[in-house]
């Protein structure tokens, strides 16, 4: 069982920053596909980024390439978002998901039915 709580979010002003965590338990995140989603109002969740389990490759959707990076602190079993650049559109609860599975060549990952573990999700609010 691997159980994701993620912390950090908050009300940042646009052009601003911000950082959000993902704790796990129950498996180290550098032994599965760690990955973050956001959920804007009226909206369905959509993939964000992700960082593969071996390799520690990591993918970005189009709209946060350049702004967003996804790390993970493999001692601290957290994996983190950093939010750069961050403007109003980005503004959604953020969830943290596990995939377990492997997969072979380049492929990541990046559908929310491919993932088994979620997290609460934490709210970031971007204001114009």
């Known amino acids: 069982q691997v159980r994701l709580v993620e912390s950090g979010g908050g009300l940042v002003q646009a052009g601003g920053s911000l950082r959000i965590s993902c704790a796990a338990s129950?498996?180290?995140?550098?032994?599965?596909?760690m990955a973050w989603f956001r959920q804007a109002p009226g909206k369905e969740r959509e993939f964000v980024a992700v960082?593969?389990?071996?390799?520690?490759?990591?993918y970005y959707a189009d709209s946060v390439k350049d702004r967003f990076t996804i790390s993970r602190d493999n001692a601290a079993n957290t994996v983190y978002l950093q939010m750069n650049s961050l403007k109003p559109e980005d503004t959604a609860v953020y969830y943290c998901?596990?995939?377990?599975?492997?997969?072979?060549?380049?492929?990541?990952?990046?559908?929310?039915?491919?993932?088994?573990?979620w997290g609460q999700g934490t709210q970031v609010t971007v204001s114009s």
């Open positions: 129950g498996r180290t995140v550098d032994s599965a596909i």
């Open positions: 960082v593969m389990r071996s390799s520690g490759n990591t």
């Open positions: 998901a596990a995939n377990t599975r492997r997969y072979i060549g380049n492929y990541y990952p990046h559908a929310t039915t491919e993932y088994g573990y």
